[in-house]
Nanobody
Framework: QVQLVETGGGLVQAGGSLRLSCAPSGSALGINVMGWYRQAPGVERELVANIFRGGSTNYADSVKGRFTISRDTSKNTVYLQMNSLKPEDTAVYYC?????????WGQGTQVTVSS
């Protein structure tokens, strides 16, 4: 069983930055991929970025060049650095981990970008 603890959400003005963190507790061995998703009201949850065990990453087109996903393997923590934030980035951001083919989700953290 894996629990994911997210921190770092909040309110920021357009053009500002935030960094989200996601740390798994419990057994984290065997996690193949971790990523960030987001869900705005009335919209389906969408992928923001993934980072795979080997270090490769992928991003949604809407965040390329603005967001960076990274990890600290010593802390087993994944980060999402969000720069040049836009009001349309406002959403609840969820961390996801895939362990032995099973997906685990964090509780979500609110990111609000004011214009």
């Amino acid at each position: 069983q894996v629990q994911l603890v997210e921190t770092g959400g909040g309110l920021v003005q357009a053009g500002g930055s935030l960094r989200l963190s996601c740390a798994p507790s419990g057994s984290a061995l065997g996690i193949n991929v971790m990523g960030w998703y987001r869900q705005a009201p009335g919209v389906e949850r969408e992928l923001v970025a993934n980072i795979f065990r080997g270090g490769s990453t992928n991003y949604a087109d809407s965040v390329k060049g603005r967001f960076t996903i990274s990890r600290d393997t010593s802390k087993n923590t994944v980060y999402l650095q969000m720069n040049s934030l836009k009001p349309e980035d406002t959403a609840v951001y969820y961390c996801k981990a895939v362990l032995f083919g099973k997906a685990y989700w964090g509780q979500g953290t609110q990111v609000t970008v004011s214009s």
